[in-house]
Structure formats: structure tokens, C-alpha cells
């Protein structure tokens, strides 16, 4: 019953997301859309990585090196924009693999700032590189005329595809690992779990995602600079976990929606709009600790009380 209530969930949802990346033809709302749909692959890779009880910072930079990936093979080397993405997102999983192997040792603050000094560290690469564009960035990273129409729908079934595989590890043995070495480590390796392993491949498929999303990132905006890929993009991420809810899967999905939308909203307040948009993130957290979804769980009753309020019914 519970699986046949998510395929109809998750066709439901796919099939809006998809339908509506069609029909909109303004192009203001379609670039909101698509940093929607971006910056929601975004949380819920970041909060993939949290299930395992680490919070990754560094996942800025590999949406950057997704980007830049993407971006020079397609302007240099003129590969195939799809292809760019793709080998972006594989080169992104593997070079991911190769920082968690060394910095996967480390734990909780630790590893939150080694995941920060790495996302400055490799903006700051970007800059010094001449076939990179240095401080001015890359410009002209185009998808093929032809694609201009279906550039959204393109990014949202991409989005759609890997909010999917996420959500079946999550729910697979292999999510059950993440959430037991979140909670006992030493336990889980009690059992013969290789913890170790778990962890670095569990940070090369999120990163792989933040890869693909670098890359989409790339050529929604044609223009990426060193400043677009700093610590700032890995808190904006935690914040659409955090108003959301961590705990639910749709929680990083919801609070992406809200804070995107809201900040194309609060634009048009001029320089007003960062005290809105933050301002916004503070209530919140602060009203919602659990984020939106844990506010509407805790609004449901729960089965002890529908038991005992029946219970009740018929004794009466």
C-alpha cells in the first residue's frame, strides 16, 4: 500500500513538473524555474551526505567543477552539450571519491571545515586559471539552438531522474547503512559493515548529482564566474534542507521551492530583498524546527490518539 501511495505520489509530482516546464513561455518564470529545479537537486544531494550524519560544504565546489567542466568542454572542445553534462557529472563523482578517501577520516566540525577551506580554496583556483576566464569566468556556454525551447523541460526530467534514484537509496539496505552509521558507527562496523566504503561512495553519488546540476547550472545561465560557486551556494543549500524539514525526503524539495520563489519574488524590492529573504529563513527555523513538513506531521493526529479517541467512542 505504502509503495503503490509513492509511485502515485511520485508520478503525480513528475508529471506537474514536466507538464508545467512546457507550458510556461515566459522567460523570466522559465529561469525561475529551472534554478528551482537546480537548487532542489542541490538540497537534497546535501542532505544524502546528512543522512550519514556529515554535513558537506565542499559540495559548492563540485557544483563548481561540474560547471566549469561542462562549460570548457563545450566551448573548447565542443563536445555534445548532454555529453559536456554528463562526463562533468562522472569526472565530479570521482574527484569527490578522491576527497572523501582523505578527508572521510575526519568528523562532524572537522569535516564541515575542511569541506568550506576546499570550496574557497578551489573558487579561488578557478580565478588563477586563463583558460578558465579567471576572475571574468566563462562566457557563451549555449546549448544548441534548437534545444532554447526545451531547455526546461530538459533540466527538470534530468532533476526528476536523479530526485528518483535518490529516493530509492534512501529507502533501499543501503539507506538503512547511512542511517545506522549515523547513529552508531562502531555498531554498524560491528556487523562486518565497511562504514568507510559506504561513505565515500555515498559522498561520490551525491557529488556526481551536484556535478550534473553544476553542469545544467552552466548552461541555464550561459555565464559562470569563481564568485557563483562560493561557501554561500552549500548555506543556501542547507537552508532549503533546514525550511523544509531534513526529515522527510520532500522537506529539501518543499524548502527549495519556497526560498527560490520567494527570493524571485522579494527582486522587486530592490535592495530590500536580502532583509526579506533572510528574514524569512530566521522565522522559519526558529518557528519551525522541524521545517514545514515536520509542521504539517505534527498537525496529523497521531495513531495512539485516533486508538485511544475510539477506543473511548465505544466504551461510551
Known sequence: ML?????????????????????????YLRSVLNLIAISALLAVSLRFVMLMGELNFAIAAFVGIGAYAAGYMSTAMEVPFWLAILIAG??????????????????GPYFLLIGF??????????????????????????????????MPFFVMATVIVLLLVFFILEHSD????????????????????????????????ACFAAGIAGGLHAFVNNVISPGDFSYLMAAF????????GEDHFVGP???????????????????????????????VVLLLPKGAVGAV?????????????ANAALEQ
Open 3 to 27: 509503495k503503490s501511495t509513492s509511485t502515485i505520489s511520485w508520478l503525480v509530482f513528475a508529471g506537474a513538473a514536466l507538464l508545467l516546464s512546457l507550458l510556461l513561455q515566459d522567460l
Open 253 to 283: 524539495i518543499l524548502g527549495a521551492i519556497f526560498l527560490v520563489s520567494l527570493s524571485a519574488y522579494a527582486l522587486g524590492f530592490g535592495g530590500d530583498e536580502h532583509f526579506i529573504y533572510g528574514g524569512a529563513i530566521v522565522l
Open 174 to 205: 543501503f539507506g538503512r547503512v547511512l542511517f545506522a552509521i549515523r547513529e552508531k558507527e562502531e555498531v554498524a562496523r560491528s556487523v562486518g559493515i565497511n562504514t568507510f566504503v559506504y561513505k565515500i561512495v555515498t559522498i561520490a553519488f
Open 237 to 244: 543549500a542547507l537552508a532549503y534542507v533546514k525550511v523544509g
Open 117 to 150: 577551506a576546499f570550496t574557497e580554496a578551489i573558487r579561488v583556483a578557478y580565478s588563477k586559471v586563463p583558460a578558465l576566464g579567471g576572475t571574468s569566468g566563462m562566457i557563451g556556454i549555449f546549448p544548441p539552438i534548437a534545444m532554447d525551447p526545451w
Open 297 to 309: 506531521a505534527n498537525m496529523r493526529p497521531k495513531k495512539s490518539d485516533v486508538k485511544g479517541g
Open 90 to 107: 562522472i569526472g565530479t563523482g570521482i574527484v569527490s571519491a578522491g576527497f572523501g578517501a582523505v578527508t572521510l577520516r575526519a568528523k
